[in-house]
């Protein structure tokens, strides 16, 4: 989610707006067909990026801060974040109990990137066979230090 943010401020430097939720993320990696002209495009990330449960992350944009339907302790920055959670709902755009979102500090995932990557479904048995090489990798080079001695 940080690096997503970061890559929509990105955005905001180049444009000088957030992408609308219309363009939504997609912004980030296509040029929209509503890019002010007389700005400078860039692809900013290569693909769309996924939340813990490899689900695409839900953008929220809003243009006005006197319009917001987000929780008081929200920080008005005219966009967030959110994910659907590990039930893949959300009947609230990220106000559900079970949500991740970038407005609610306590739904923020604080694991390493390594913890965050081994409990997802992205790490299946690329996950096994990544910890295998680890190993072999490990024996190796015991192999190698008792060898050259």
Same mark, same amino acid.
């Given at each position: ?8 401020? #990105? ?10 939720? %219309?363009?939504?993320? #997609? &912004? +980030? ?9 007389? @700005?400078?495009?860039?692809?900013? #990330? ?13 953008? &929220? &944009?809003?243009?006005?801060?006197? @319009? ?10 005219? #966009? ?12 609230? @755009?990220?106000?559900?109990? $079970? ?5 609610? %500090?306590?739904?923020? $995932? ?8 081994? $409990?997802?479904?992205?790490?299946? $048995? ?12 490990? +024996? +190796?080079? /015991?192999?190698? /230090?008792?060898?050259?001695?």
């Amino acid at each position: 989610m940080g690096s997503t943010s970061s890559a929509l401020k #990105m955005f905001k430097l180049n444009a000088g707006r957030y992408p609308t939720e %219309e363009e939504g993320l #997609m &912004a +980030l990696i296509e040029k929209p067909a509503t890019y002010p002209e007389n @700005k400078r495009w860039q692809r900013i #990330m290569d693909r769309v990026p996924h939340d813990p449960w490899n689900r695409p992350y839900q953008y &929220a &944009a809003i243009g006005d801060s006197t @319009k917001i339907d987000r929780p008081p302790s929200w920080t008005f920055d005219g #966009m967030g974040l959110y994910s659907f959670g590990p039930d893949g709902i959300s009947n609230s @755009k990220g106000n559900d109990p $079970d949500d991740y979102s970038s407005w609610d %500090e306590s739904s923020w $995932d604080r694991r390493s990137s390594f913890e965050r990557w081994k $409990d997802s479904p992205a790490a299946g $048995d690329t996950g096994i066979a990544i910890v295998a090489v680890l190993v072999c990798a490990g +024996l +190796l080079r /015991v192999w190698h /230090v008792r060898a050259s001695n």
